[in-house]
């Protein structure tokens, strides 16, 4: 299958600084990414979808201005946290999708953010 | 509103011992349903898609089938390599819808 690579695994800030995760196609043209979150024992929440030279779409209740979502080229996705504070340690994880709406996604091997 | 329902919510099986994994799904025009494995602090790795009724496709030990309202994911002699949270999912107009998982666990 298609790889995508998410960096970093784990990272712990201060709180109120910025954190960036990165989320990278590499064998393949990602039209389409998707970052999600996930908390403990439950499933995948869908913060927002983006496609490639376009402005991020947020689903309801995230903040755009807090989780800036950036889309620069086929394959590479980021996802910054800014002013950073605990609840906001979570997973996060990446996915990619290159074809039509039909066809599967492929995801990163997610990150840890501790917030302390 | 698409709505996806796996069950059961964990599953503790056998080495050996079979069984199926059940999604039910509620969605406007089914474009694509998606069999995901996650194992702990893991993101999602994909296993199969499926596109129409009476669909099916293997893969090891893995079977997943699809009707109208559900797919199953079957599980034949499962090993303990096989223990993982397994995750449905089905096509919205753009973004996948996921279930809650089916957590299992199998022992030697």
């Known amino acids: 299958g298609a790889v995508v690579s998410q960096h970093p695994s784990r990272v712990i800030c201060k709180s109120g600084t910025s954190v960036k995760i990165e989320c990278r196609s590499l064998?393949?043209?990602?039209?389409?990414m998707f970052w999600y979150r996930q908390f403990p024992k439950q499933s995948l929440m869908l913060m927002a979808t983006?496609?490639?030279?376009?402005?991020?779409?947020?689903e309801q209740g995230v903040e755009k201005d807090k989780f800036l979502i950036n889309h620069a080229s086929l394959t590479l996705s980021t996802l910054t946290v800014t002013s950073a504070h605990p609840e906001d340690s979570s997973f996060y994880i990446c996915?990619?999708?290159?074809?039509?709406?039909?066809?599967?996604?492929?995801f990163g091997q997610g990150t840890r953010l501790t917030v302390v | 509103e698409d709505q996806v329902t796996q069950s059961p919510e964990a599953l503790r099986l056998q080495e050996g011992e079979s069984s199926s994994l059940n999604c039910s799904y509620t969605v406007s025009g089914l474009r694509g349903l998606f069999w995901y494995r996650q194992d702990p602090g893991k993101g999602p790795e994909f296993l199969f898609t499926l596109y129409s009724a009476g669909e099916e496709k293997e893969k090891e030990r893995l079977k997943a089938t699809l009707t109208k309202k559900e797919s199953f994911l079957h599980i034949t002699a499962p090993k303990p390599e096989d223990s993982a949270t397994y995750l449905c999912?089905?096509?919205?107009?753009?973004?996948?819808?996921f279930g809650t998982g089916t957590r299992l666990l199998v022992s030697p």
């Open positions: 999912a089905t096509t919205g107009f753009q973004k996948l819808v």
């Open positions: 996915s990619a999708r290159g074809g039509a709406v039909n066809t599967e996604a492929f």
């Open positions: 983006s496609n490639e030279g376009s402005k991020a779409t947020y």
């Open positions: 064998d393949f043209q990602a039209t389409t």
